[in-house]
Nanobody
Framework: QVHLVESGGGLVQAGGSLRLSCATS????????MGWYRQAPGKQRELVAA???????NYADSVKGRFTISRDNAKDTVYLQMNSLKPEDTAVYYC??????????WGQGTQVTVSS
């Protein structure tokens, strides 16, 4: 069973930065596609960024140039560095893990609030 634990969320002023971490219990972690989704109040959950070992990362257009996803396969951990944060980035951020064509496993989420 995949266990994902996000951390690093919080309250930050617009223009500030946060770094989210997702620690996992995944065996063969490097074989998984890891991702970050977010859901703002009243909005649908959306993909923010995803990364597969050996492939380049993918980003939502709204975060390109501001957010960076990375992974440490030795620590079974994925990160999301968020810079130049905007109020519209306020959401609950979820870590996901996906093996091959299987479904996503989800973390419990971490709240990010950006004040104007």
């Amino acid at each position: 069973q995949v266990h994902l634990v996000e951390s690093g969320g919080g309250l930050v002023q617009a223009g500030g930065s946060l770094r989210l971490s997702c620690a996992t219990s995944i065996s063969f972690f490097s074989r998984y596609t890891m991702g970050w989704y977010r859901q703002a109040p009243g909005k649908q959950r959306e993909l923010v960024a995803a990364i597969t070992s050996g492939c380049g990362p993918n980003y939502a257009d709204s975060v390109k140039g501001r957010f960076t996803i990375s992974r440490d396969n030795a620590k079974d951990t994925v990160y999301l560095q968020m810079n130049s944060l905007k109020p519209e980035d306020t959401a609950v951020y979820y870590c996901t893990a996906k093996y091959a064509c299987g479904p996503n496993d989800w973390g419990q989420g971490t709240q990010v609030t950006v004040s104007s």
